[in-house]
Structures are given as C-alpha cells and as structure tokens.
C-alpha cells in the first residue's frame, strides 16, 4: 500500500487581536529557480550559502531607470555608486550601458581606473580624499565633489604643486523637507555656505566649478523631496551665471531612490510603496525644466543611483540548519547565512522565501544566521511554513551594500556567482579559504 | 504523558482548555497525534502507526514528536510535571 504524504503536526494558539485589514498573503510565495536555473543546482554547484546576481535583471533595470528620465530630460548620465557594489562583474554590467563612475575613495577611485574608466568619467565624491587621492584625481582629469572648506584648501594646493587645474563641483546639503536631514555631507545651502563655497572656487585659478552635487538621504521615500533639492540647486546654478557668467556643466542629485526592500517598523510592503523611477523622474525633471534656467542651458542630469538599479538583482541562497523552539515555545530557525554577509538585515525586514513547496501551515518564526553570536537575527518575526533541515531559502533584494559591508567574521565569506543574459552561470569571486588569509597575515 | 481533563478536542482539530481560557487549531496529523496521546498510547505505538501509514523516516518523526509534545506540555495542554525533577 503506498504510504500518505507525512507533513509535520503542529498546534496554533488562537490569538484574539485587532485583524488585519489587508490579511494574509493566499499563497507562500515560492523561488525555485533564477533567471532558469534552479536553486537547486546552483547549491549543489557552488555551494550553501551563495550570492547570485542576475544580469538579466541588472540591464532591464537600468533600461527602465533610463527610459524614465531620458524620455523626460535631453542630458541624462548615470554614474554607478561602486560602494553599493563594487564586484568588477557587476560594475562593467553598469558600465557596458553607459553608466559613469561614481567613487568615494583613493580605493574605489583605483578600481575605477583598473577597469579602464575614463578618469574624465569618474565623480570622486566623499569627505575622505587625500592629497595622494586628490594628485590622482587631478592627473585623470576627474570631477572632484568638494566636501568641507579643509579639502577644498588642500585642492588648491594641490593643483598648484601639479600646475594644473582641477575639474570640480561641491556638495550641497539642504533642508528638502525630509528627516533625518543629512547636513553632515558637503555645504549648506539656507546659511549660505554652499554660495560663499561656489565663490572661493570661482575666485581660484586652479580650480574649474563645472557641477552642483547634492545626496539629500537614503531610501528616500517621498519624490517631491528631489524636487526640492533640484530647485534649489538650479538656484544656485542661475546665481553663478548671473555672478560669474559661468555656466556649469552638470547637476547631479546624487542617489537614495528607494529600492523595494520592506524597512524595519514598515507596515506596507516596500515593493508597494516606494516610488517607481518616473515618480522620481517625473520630480526631478519638471523641477529642473520649470526652474528659471534657459532651456538652451540646461545643465546635464547627473544621477548616482545605486541601491534601487542592483538590489532587486541580488540573491543570496540559503540552506536551513536547525529548527528549534525557544524557552516560551516560540518557534526559531537557523540557517547558514548569517548578518556577516547580510548587512541590510540591520535596516529591512528581508524577503525569504521557500525554494521548493511546502506545508500550507505558517507559524510565526524567528529566523537566525549560524554565527556564534546574540545579534545575529536575519528576521525577528517573520511568518513562515515549516520547512526542515537541509531545506534551500532563497533570500530577496540583496543585491545592494551586502557584497561590499559583508565582514568576514567567524566564517569564510562564500561564492558569488552571476547568471549571464544567457542563462550561464560563473563565478565572480571565488569562496574564501584558509589561504585568503595565510596571504596577508605575518607568518608569526 | 497525559492530556488534561479539562481539555476539549473536536474532531476538526479545534482544542479548547477550559483550565487557562487558551483555544489551539491543529493541522490534520497534529490531530491525529494528539488522539492517540489522549488514548495514553505509548511512543513506540505511535511511531510504528506512523512509520507504517506515512511516509515519513524514524528520525524525522521522532524530532517531530517531541517538538510536538513540547509545545502541548508550553500551552499547558498536559498534566505538568516539575521539570526540574530529573526521574
């Protein structure tokens, strides 16, 4: 006689509360496969835990980023935010569709270059850049975003020691009616900073103003902020011409588009509230082409988005290690990826999904990683089917910071791999191994 | 282990404890589990029932047998005893 399916017994206490209004998903939401390939084989191949990037995913994306502002602004140019993710894989994907470099350090700067990045092609932001930085930037004919009065000083000595002239703009920051306000990055526009800035440089003879920058935040939820912050930033752009009859090449409002990850506290899923790329560009560019600058002299758009071009691109598969209940019964998972290669778990309650079918039974779960540490909590509370050990989970939307803020703590960091636009998989950076760190380590 | 007296299991899987006002549902196996511990049948009766009507290993069950009678001892479904006697 064939057997019946066995499906583990579990008992529910029935909770009397406030329902909710939008009620439960009707369905566990189910990954299986990426881009084709089951998840599946690609742990059997490369190994548990595992990041995977989808090209696929990463041009069509871009694709829709563009599409959104170039059909509403005549000069558009993104620069890819390489501290979002700086794997050499990813980054020529960003660059192979036109996209700029958009650096915050001597380190990303000398990525940037090895690449084969123009060095007139890279915006070299941040409030860290050494003389050896800036000699560097100056040399490659980069656009330096000033930051504070100290680098700006050190630019011009700088460029006096080289006898040539550096190519720069200066950090804005603003009051664009969001808070946290970010007033730590660049100069301020309402005590008039940002102007007395735009006046030394243009008192400078080494130096050439070409640009306005501003990044009003991160994960930005409201558009019409960027509005704000192009307006007032076009302000100072008509003040400098007006003053100096200068017209400056770019203005560039930075990034912080949201991508649809679910922040902490949320109580909608962020894949339904986060503004889409038009909303975006639909602000940006009605404040840009209403502001009093002449059509004829419309600066070009410079747009550093990182988080919302990569984060949907990204997976990081898992495998199930343990279940067990806590001392009020409550239920716990540990899997083997934990907050060392998950850094946004700090910030959003992450997507994780089954990779193959299971019970219809949820039960409320909190899911750690494998470290041997209290806080490594991938989701407090999140409800789940019951899933066994050596069961595969396929973590959502972490293409963004995790490969590039991941520590290697306690465990080797693992395989990254990439599903080209063909359906191939390879390697993009190789699993650590004892050896990572014979190599750099004295050998006491 | 014993089920409480004043614990009331319908046949849908609805458990009632008229001693803590605490109500439970079931899935369908944890049903038919928690009836054969209300018919005070030893362990090893229902892991050979099982083992023989599902398709399920000896190990798996088992884990998920006391993971089950765990929970039922948590929500105060079965008569409690002090846990730190060690017998």
């Not at chain 1, 660059?95 to 092609?121: Q, R």
């Not at chain 1, 910030?347 to 299971?358: E, V």
């Not at chain 1, 899933?387 to 959502?396: A, M, P, R, S, Y």
Request: with cysteine; proline share 3%.
């Amino acid at each position: 006689m064939e057997k019946l399916k066995y499906e583990k017994p579990v008992i529910s206490k029935i909770t009397a509360g406030v329902p909710s209004k939008f009620g439960l998903p009707a369905k566990q939401k189910i990954i299986s496969e990426i881009d084709g390939t089951k998840v599946s084989d690609l742990i059997e191949e490369y190994g548990s835990p595992l990041f995977v990037f989808s090209e696929k995913t990463i041009r069509n994306t871009v694709a829709e980023a563009r599409r959104a502002f170039e059909t509403r602004y005549p000069k558009v140019q993104f620069a890819w935010s390489y501290k979002t993710n700086y794997l050499n894989a990813v980054v020529n994907i960003f660059h192979d569709e036109g996209s700029w470099a958009e650096v915050v350090s001597g380190f990303e700067f000398e990525k940037a270059l090895a690449l084969g990045v123009n060095g007139s092609h890279i915006l070299f932001n941040g409030p860290e850049k050494s003389a050896k930085d800036l000699e560097l930037a100056i040399n490659n004919n980069a656009c330096i975003h000033i930051d504070h009065f100290d680098e700006l000083y050190l630019l011009i000595e700088t460029a006096r020691k080289l006898n040539k002239k550096a190519r720069v703009a200066i950090r804005v920051n603003m009051d664009t009616g969001i808070y946290p306000m970010w007033d730590r990055f660049g100069f301020n526009y309402e005590n008039g900073e940002a102007w007395n800035a735009i006046n030394r440089i243009m008192l400078a003879d080494k130096l050439e103003l070409i640009g306005l920058h501003t990044h009003i935040g991160t994960y930005i939820m409201a558009a019409s902020a960027y509005a704000i912050a192009a307006t007032k930033l076009a302000n100072l752009f008509m003040a400098t011409h007006r003053k100096f009859n200068h017209w400056l090449k770019y203005i560039d409002l930075g990034g912080g588009f949201a991508s649809k990850n679910t922040l902490k506290g949320a109580y909608m899923p962020g894949a339904e509230t986060c503004p889409s790329f038009d909303e975006y560009a639909e602000a940006i560019t009605n404040a840009l082409i209403s502001s009093e600058i002449p059509h004829e002299n419309l600066p070009a758009l410079f747009l550093e988005t990182g988080r919302a071009l990569i984060d949907d691109a990204g997976y990081l598969l898992t495998t199930v290690l343990a279940n067990k209940r806590s001392s009020t019964g409550r239920r716990n998972m540990v899997i083997d990826a934990g907050v060392n290669l998950l850094f946004t778990s700090f910030w959003y309650n992450l997507g994780i999904h089954p990779s193959q079918p299971t019970s219809e039974y949820m039960e409320e779960t909190t899911i750690y990683g494998p470290l041997c540490m209290n806080i490594d909590v991938i989701r407090d509370a999140i409800n789940f089917p019951h899933v066994k050990t050596g069961d595969q989970l396929v973590i959502e939307r972490v293409g963004a910071y995790n490969v590039t803020q991941w520590m290697q703590f306690i465990t080797y960091r693992p395989n990254v791999i990439m599903i080209d636009s063909n359906g191939k998989t390879r390697i993009i950076k190789k699993k650590e191994s004892l050896e990572t760190f014979k190599n750099s380590e004295a050998k006491d | 282990m014993k089920i409480l007296k004043e614990v009331k299991i319908s046949d849908n899987g609805f458990v009632f404890n008229s001693k803590t006002g605490d109500s439970f549902s079931l899935n369908p196996i944890g049903l038919e589990l928690i009836k054969m511990i209300s018919e005070e049948k030893e362990m090893e009766e229902i892991r050979q029932e099982f083992l023989s009507k599902y398709d399920v290993d000896d190990l798996t069950f088992e884990k998920d047998f006391y993971e089950f009678c765990t929970l039922l001892k948590h929500h105060q479904i079965t008569v409690q005893n002090n846990s730190l006697e060690f017998n």
